[in-house]
């Protein structure tokens, strides 16, 4: 039996710039420029095995079997891998999640980055970094954000080749932390795809949110260089506003927020108010994500202790690249 085997270990991460919408959802080429925190604690191993003996791809997550209907994307990936190694046959796929439900984040970044890093891995060899966030890109765009550690910015691009991510500081270069307020672990009633779409075709305010984002870029490029954790925080939560006006003025106009949402936002100004410096950021979901210096990370956490249970606050910090040993 002719086996080739690859291993990849990738981090989940969080836009602090937002990715909101594509101009083509086969490449997923999103319409505006985006910077995300790459996150320490929360990571997606994968393990894929070539073999000229499977006559079809096999997909386990977490040692579960995962039904074929279920890997379009998974599927898109691997042809663009073995496309461009010149390979024919099928992999069985072994993944293994670190990204508890509880954390209220995502781990399709991770799980995306980590399966084109185990089939590049496989195939050929894995030292160009930026290819891989382009094949990571085709099963989930922030995918390509997780190829990278630290801060990171992803071109939007115009076709494959120049829709890439690419790091601006490293994990030790930057004290920015993230502490999770888990508001609501179940499933949205509206997934980013389609929320994405939605608000894309009817919101009125959609070409200005992408042009403010573009224009945010730079800004928030300069501000990660200087380590400028004011501007940062005031340009994310400007971001995440933004994006969520895009929903309430869609139509018919839907919400992601929940009732403890806005709690838990105005407990961040008050916070602010009160001289402990941390802003806000929330993604396509209800949960709030406070971003804080190493020095508050305490005192913020216990501030939001006195109104949210101890297992609704999870603690990160900024997280390492793709690593393709499991040590």
Known sequence: MNEKHGFARAHTN??????????????????????SLTLDKFYTDTEVTFSDEYTSNLFYLNHQLIDVKKMQRINRVLEAVKSEFG?????????ENHVPTAAGLASSASGMAALAGAAVSALGSHTDLTNLSRLARLGSGSASRSVFGGIV???RGYDHQSSFAEQIVSEDQIDLNMITIVIDRRQKKVKSTLGMQHTASTSPFYPAWVEATNQAIPEMISAVQNNDFTKIGELAEHSAAMMHATTLSSKPAFTYFAPETIQAIKLVEQLRESGIECYYTIDAGPNVKVLC??????????????YFDQDQLVVAKPGSGIKFTKN
């Open 293 to 306: 210096q190493s020095k508050n990370i305490t005192r913020v956490k216990r501030f939001f202790a006195s």
């Open 87 to 95: 390979y024919q046959g099928f992999a069985k796929i072994e993944s």
């Open 14 to 35: 969080i836009a602090l710039l937002k990715y909101w919408g594509k101009i083509n959802s086969d490449l997923i080429l999103p319409a505006n420029d985006s910077i």
């Open 153 to 155: 910015h992803w071109h």
